[in-house]
């Protein structure tokens, strides 16, 4: 019931193109959060989703959370280079306990 | 403001040794965290604490203690190092009720 999957697992794209990755759970959740992870660094929130059917933009990334509360995805438009990263979905039910996705490790060729 | 820090950033024991590592956060953020990540995985969380005097446990707590002593420091206690946790530890912290958490450079541990 912990498991997050997250697809796809890495993604090589042109600089300039569109980016989607989704996230999927069979169970349902209260809130949907996007991370970013930069070689050697610790992860950084992108955008967090609290409502089923919520539409989130950040700049460039666009994020939403399922009707059905067990998946999520996020958009990249008109990547650039320093967008490579590995991105993570994560979730929650209480605040107290966060439960990751494996990561979509995406790299950008200029 | 520091944010999180942690340290050390890179260690590397021998099997049956022990160690501390440390985590500290300057933001007053009640809840702290620690959570490993192994090559090509996401994160996995051990141990995590709502404040000071309270801590418990995450998904793979086995091989590992905490202690919340004061609001600023999450330190992680591994007494037996084995070779399987050999892994990047993060820390992180975040307010209560909310759910952005703030999560420190991580620790490369390698156990040999």
């Known amino acids: 019931g912990q498991q997050l999957n997250q697809s796809p697992q890495s993604m090589f794209i042109q600089e300039g193109e569109d980016v989607s990755m989704n996230c999927t759970s069979s169970s349902i959740f209260n809130t949907w959060l996007w991370y970013k992870q930069d070689p050697g660094e610790g992860p950084v929130l992108l955008i967090a989703l609290y409502k089923a059917g919520e539409l989130t933009s950040n700049g460039r990334l666009t994020a939403q959370f399922g009707i059905t509360r067990k998946d999520s995805f996020l958009n990249i438009s008109a990547s650039i280079p320093s967008d490579v990263g590995i991105y993570f979905c994560a979730r929650s039910n209480t605040g107290n306990q966060f439960y990751f996705g494996t990561g979509t490790s995406l790299t950008v060729i200029p | ?112």
Not at chain 2, 6 to 33: A, E, V, W
């Open chain 2, 1 to 112: 403001n520091a944010g999180v820090t942690q340290t050390p950033k890179f260690r590397i024991l021998k099997i049956g040794q022990s160690m501390t590592l440390q985590c500290t956060q300057d933001m007053n953020h009640n809840y702290m965290y620690w959570y490993r990540q192994d090559p090509g995985m996401g994160l996995k969380l051990i141990y995590y604490s709502v404040g000071a005097g309270i801590t418990d446990k995450g998904e793979v707590p086995n091989g590992y203690n905490v202690s919340r002593s004061t609001t600023e420091d999450f330190p992680l206690r591994l007494e037996l190092a084995a070779p399987s946790q050999t892994s990047v530890y993060f820390c992180a912290s975040t307010l209560a009720g909310s759910y952005e958490q703030y999560f420190g450079p991580g620790t490369r541990l390698t156990v040999t």
